[in-house]
DNA sequence: GTCTATAGTTCGATAGAC
DNA sequence: GTCTATCGAACTATAGAC
């Protein structure tokens, strides 16, 4: 299934295609520095060093050129994140770090806000967002068990919410030009994490 | 001062006009349900049964409209957030519980996002939200204060950005269709909160 | 695989009648 | 205070040449 239902009998390009991947990376760019309202095709051609029909070309519609763009995206990072988890002895604070990224924050931001007027765009970033958590949660589950950590009654589930919502805030904050209680705030939760990672460290040895 | 600066000499209509009103509540109401790109003088116009040239006789250009529903709806907050920390029992819970409101945060996430490529409307939310909050963080140290609760060295203002980004972070998560953790996260916040009131009352009896 | 040309919309904003 | 009429610009998307 390389396109979404049975579409009309247009012609496509293929999914390797080296131009495709350029549109795919200008889009992305545009709705970083920009916002996704600012994604046109004549915009992403004249980033890109084509045509506007090229876009059409390649993606059809503009929901089918967010969908790409959220699909390659999320299949990069997915399996990433749950051996990132697994794999390192301070699992929270390097999702922490992963979760401040600001370019893909940035590009989350918009492609919620994107989704809360395309329908399409919200199911498929719902589904996405989902899948994610319960990775995420599945992972983190298994390391805490194992080092058998207190957590005072918080769900374990609620990490994730809290890095996940904290992350988005504090970028979104800064990108604003806000300052005040933006720095103290991160410290505070980095040192809530490491004090977790750590004591979970410690009831493994 | 009633509009921006220097502009051209054209008409334009009264602050207390019911019409203006009209179309402000329109706008809101638009950027609340199908977000801001949504908005144009067009549909504003056939939501509030007028015609589009009014929209620009009341406000002159768009920007200056997201700025009139910006500034209307942060002087109508702002007084009513100062008494609201200083003179609830509980002013965590009460300031979390205002917080939460959908409608007021589905616009400021939507002012967000809008001032992601419009320069004024930045420049103006962000001076509003630092001004938010300080009052804010100036009324709860006060209140902290005087109940000598103790915080475990989290900063008091540490306190209000965990408001502000969960309270937007659940929201949007919630509205995306998204549900793992959010409840339960929802009572975490809100345990934390109820516990930091009730510490502060009892230092003071 | 990439282009030109263009149809068909929708938009912001203004001038000027009523 | 509200309207009609309209200009000029930007946009999505398609058809068809190369």
């Known amino acids: 299934m390389k396109e979404s239902g049975m579409a009309k009998p247009r012609r496509m390009g293929t999914e390797t295609s080296e131009t495709r991947v350029r549109l795919l990376d200008v889009t992305e760019r545009i709705m970083i520095d920009d916002g996704y ?3 046109s095709s004549r915009r992403i051609a004249k980033d890109a060093g084509v045509t506007p029909a090229l876009v059409h070309y390649y993606f059809g519609t503009l929901d089918d050129l967010f969908l790409a763009v959220l699909k390659r995206r999320a299949d990069q990072q997915l399996e990433r994140q ?21 370019d893909g924050t940035a590009l989350l931001s918009e492609l919620m806000a994107l989704a809360n007027h395309r329908k399409i765009v919200r199911s498929e970033l719902a589904t996405y967002a989902e899948q994610f958590r319960k990775v995420q949660l599945e992972a983190l589950q298994e390391h805490l068990a194992a080092s058998g950590v207190d957590l005072h009654g918080v769900p374990v589930v609620s990490i994730l919410v809290l890095i996940a919502g904290m992350s988005r805030g504090l970028m979104l904050e800064h990108s604003l030009g806000m300052e005040t209680g933006l720095a ?13 990672d750590r004591a979970a460290e410690a009831s493994l040895t």
């Open 184 to 196: 103290e705030t991160e410290a505070v939760i980095e040192r809530l994490l490491d004090d977790l």
């Open 82 to 102: 749950r051996r990132t988890i697994s794999s390192s002895p301070r699992p929270l604070r390097r999702l922490w770090d992963v979760s401040k990224d600001p």
């Open 37 to 39: 309202a600012a994604v």
